[in-house]
């Protein structure tokens, strides 16, 4: 960019003065809201939506959690059903009519191969075993001592007991008991014995996800089965307020339960009909939220990533607009000034522009300022622009020193080259007139027209003599016949000369005795120079 400006933007500031007492914001500021804008309230929606697709897909893992539950309960009664189906088909068998119990015990371990019991249990009002396939039949047999299989006698219907230990296979186990009727009464209690490993190894068949903890708690809330651990857990009392929950409701589930392992869990569970044991599903309470605030934090990451980025982008294009825009103070303040100004190429568009705008106006300036000071027809300075470099001249003068020689030329004859050929060839002849002066003074002394067919040049450094001789050039010089329009127009000129500082003392003096002497000129006959009478 090349601009000519002489004083600093500050002083000009000044000169013009601002209105208005609120600083106004710069372009970063505006940039880095526009930032702030555009990336805090999408990252806010962003996160909202996060929270509520987390909502949806609790309720989602609610629901699964609550249907997975009941898959396992239904898993335990089916377990239990297959059980009973084959006690209730051994308890039909002849050889109990005949009271043949050693050919029962065989029949029980035959059957034993087909279904899923570990033992069966054949117990007689007196409450004794009479059969356990778990010994051969005739060996000495306990007292059976579990009451809810005892109270099948007193209610005719199957029972699932709680889970104990075996008499007999001196194990934890669980058993189910039929009544088997004879009579109208219950002649003896078929029972099967279940190990719960069998049921740990059915919870453990179930696809649960990673940490997901499936029990399976008998109507005291003791766990029978669980997956996984169950040999750490089997036997023990459940959770107390899971167990509690579990108590008052058939289905359901508990937050702040901590499971038997100490860990955090949501625990969703329901009742067995079948049994009046319980499933729960444990569904650690941390890995429930922690995908939540994964992804909000990848999220809150992401967006001060992008935050971080458009602002220093904002920054560094802010500085860019804002030093382009500066870089149009000097040019701008230089054109008040009335300098010539060219603003080169800017790397923005806009104020690209904007600096093309404030070299046409320039331009334009410099054109108007011209034909201010300048005669349009001859392009000679006017004799406004005269008169202000005279007087200027006079003050360097006056301080430095040195003569100024003014010359007053007026044309001869002119009136009739207009009168006879038109104004047109009149104006063609100032032209050439104009012309002529301009080529025999030098390019530091100024020529100007000062009206009509009148024009006067200023002789810098020169004295009375010097513009004498200048004079008689001019004088022969214009009075060269001019070649224009249909013929040649013969005209002469008359010059008077006035010398600063001998003849006069101000530029309105000088003038006026220039002019004088032209007149004294053109009285002693034209085509000549007279000199001021002051000298
Ligand atoms: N063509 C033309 N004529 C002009 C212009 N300005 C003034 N004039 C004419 O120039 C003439 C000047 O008058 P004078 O100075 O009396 O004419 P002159 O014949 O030179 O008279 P003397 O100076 O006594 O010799 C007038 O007729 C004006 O109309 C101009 O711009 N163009």
Known sequence: MNASASSGPATDRRAVGRGGSASPKSIRFWLVLLVLASVIPPSLIAAFLIHLD????????????????????????????????????LASSPHLDAHDLAAFQSQASGVLKDVNVNNFVLIDAERRQRVNTLRPFGSALPIERNAALLAIFDTGRPAVTDLFVGPVAHRPLMAIGVPVQRAGSVAYVLAAGLWTDRLSRALLTQPLPEHWIAGVYDSAGVVVARSPLVEH????????????????????????????????????????SVSNWAVALGVPRAGMSAELQRSL???????????????????????RIARSTRALCLPALAL???????????????LD????????????????????HHDSLTGLANRTMFEQFLRQRIVDSKRAGGDIALLYIDLDGFKAVNDRHGHHVGDDLLREAARRLRANVR???????????????????????GAVTVAQNLVGQLSQPYGLGSGVQSISASVGIAVYPQDASSAEQLLH???????????????????????
């Open 54 to 89: 987390y909502r949806h897909g609790q309720a989602r893992l609610e629901r699964d959690a609550m249907a997975t539950t009941h898959a396992l309960v239904a898993v335990v009664d089916r377990e239990l059903a297959g059980s009973r189906a084959a006690l209730i088909a």
């Open 233 to 272: 857990f089997l036997g023990q009392p459940g959770p107390p307020s899971l167990v509690r929950r579990m108590a008052g409701a058939p289905d359901g589930w508990i937050d702040d339960t901590s499971a038997l392992d100490g860990t955090e869990m949501r625990s969703y569970f329901a009742r067995s």
């Open 297 to 319: 934090l990848r999220l809150a990451l992401g967006a001060g990533l992008m935050l971080v980025a458009s602002i220093a982008g904002a920054w560094i294009i802010g500085g």
């Open 336 to 350: 008040g000034r009335g300098e010539a100004v060219t603003v080169g190429a800017l790397p923005l568009k806009e």
């Open 353 to 372: 522009e904007v600096g093309s705008a404030l070299t046409t106006t320039s331009t334009l300036l410099q054109q108007a300022l011209h034909d201010a």
């Open 443 to 465: 390019l530091s002394d100024i020529a100007a027209r000062l009206g009509g067919d009148e024009f006067a040049v200023m002789l810098h450094g020169t004295g009375a003599e």
């Open 513 to 535: 005795r220039a002019d004088e002497a032209m007149y004294r000129a053109k009285a002693q006959g034209r085509r000549r120079y007279a000199a001021s009478n002051a000298s």
